[in-house]
């Protein structure tokens, strides 16, 4: 019903930049929030920063005033900025979105994840 589907991880070094996109498609009626986890490996997976429909946003404190959300509603499309990006950033990134269906189903969906590495 819904496809998530995540671009540009890789390789950065400490202090670089890295830019997340996620692109919902199907049947879509109404996209709530949307969101980035990720899990590095051993550790839980972790919200690292939200959106919702009115553009209100939410970081980990870990992210703070390095990481911005943003989100295109035309395109169904989750942006996560990442500046001055730290060896302790590498994970595994997921978007993740909570959406109504056509149809009036309201369920969470997630991207295949994308690897983000940090290192020099």
């Known amino acids: 019903q819904v496809q998530l589907v995540e671009s540009g991880g890789g390789l950065a070094q400490p202090g670089g930049s890295l830019i997340l996109s996620c692109a919902a498609s199907g049947t879509i009626f109404s996209i709530n929030r949307m969101g980035w986890y990720r899990q590095a490996p051993g550790k839980e997976r972790e919200l690292v920063a939200s959106?919702?429909?009115?553009?209100?946003?939410n970081y980990a404190d870990s992210v703070k005033g390095r990481f911005t959300i943003s989100r295109d509603n035309a395109k169904n499309t989750v942006y996560l900025q990442m500046n001055s990006l730290k060896p302790e950033d590498t994970a595994v990134y997921y978007c993740?979105?909570?959406?109504?269906?056509?149809?009036?189903?309201?369920?969470?969906?997630w991207g295949q994840g994308t690897q983000v590495t940090v290192s020099s």
């Open positions: 959106i919702t429909s009115g553009g209100s946003t």
């Open positions: 993740a979105v909570n959406c109504r269906v056509v149809g009036g189903v309201t369920g969470d969906y």
